[in-house]
């Protein structure tokens, strides 16, 4: 399940090799011509609008494509890169760049935008694009209990104009208050639900009735427990396992922490209660 924070992963990638670093400077940015070639073999059949280019050191040649199938116009850029590995430079790669994406999940809701609608007022959500990335907030608790319905449905809707099959794939899902729901990924048609709203309930039932919730981490479980503890809970660990870390203010205006050790992998599920202090994480007694 993606964990919010996002999505956090941990990568570990070589990027240069030591071929590739000997042919970085006798690189140049593509021109025109290499330019229309990728946007029509990336995007699909286009005409030509237009191009720019500046020469020299910083050189760069754009060009103003128009897609045959969707009326969107978008650009594709070509420039120098410089490359940098460890603070010392390897001189300079080609760089081809495009804002089509952008534009055609602009297009896509713009296509679907009755039929969203729709669905926005029976669902009792807003949503909003940030790079690529669908975000849907529901405006209550209520509302929100049909998340994962409605995910699919809007889905859906994108699907009916989505001809390069390039819709945008990745919802996040929140209620009114920063109250995590869940994840979709409709490429794969898997859906993620978040346990913050039972997190929720779980203080206010048993430690603080007005507490009040701030927002959730991805944290790792050696900031709360000992190691000896870790390798108790967490047998055969490869590394500290990690979850999400759950952050209140109480009815005393003090912040305070919570986890449940199931979310970082235990075998079954333990909530606890820290405290952020000079010494370090204390844990709450309840």
Known sequence: MPVKGKFFKKITVFLLTAASLLTLCSCAPKNRRELMNYARRTYGDADLVGSHSNLGK????????????????????????????????????????????????????????????????EYCFTYELDYGIITITFAD??????????????????????????????????????????????????????SEFDIIDYVHENYDAEAVF????????????????????FPGHDGSPAGNAYYFKDK????????DLKEFGADRSEIRLYRDTAAGMEEIDF
Do not use: W
């Not at 994962?148 to 929140?174: G, H, T």
């Not at 005393?252 to 986890?259: A, D, K, L, R, S």
């Open 58 to 121: 910083d050189a760069i040649v754009t060009v103003t494509m128009k897609d045959k199938a969707t009326g969107i116009e978008y650009t594709v850029t070509s420039k120098m890169t410089d490359v940098y590995v460890d603070g010392s430079s390897f001189g300079r790669i080609e760089q081809t760049t495009s804002d089509f994406e952008e534009k055609y999940c602009e297009y896509l809701l713009e296509q679907a935008g009755s039929g969203l609608a729709d669905l926005a007022d």
């Open 214 to 233: 701030l927002d959730s981490m991805y944290s790792y479980i050696g900031q709360f427990l000992s190691d000896e503890e870790v390798n108790e809970k």
């Open 252 to 259: 005393n205006g003090e912040n305070f922490i919570v986890i």
């Open 141 to 194: 608790r209520e509302s929100s209990n049909k998340a994962e319905e409605a995910v699919r449905r809007f889905a859906d809707e994108l699907k009916k104009s989505d001809v390069k099959q390039k819709m945008p794939s990745e919802y996040v899902i929140y209620a009114e208050g920063n109250v995590y729901i869940g994840y979709y990924d409709s490429e794969h048609d898997e859906y993620s639900a978040s």
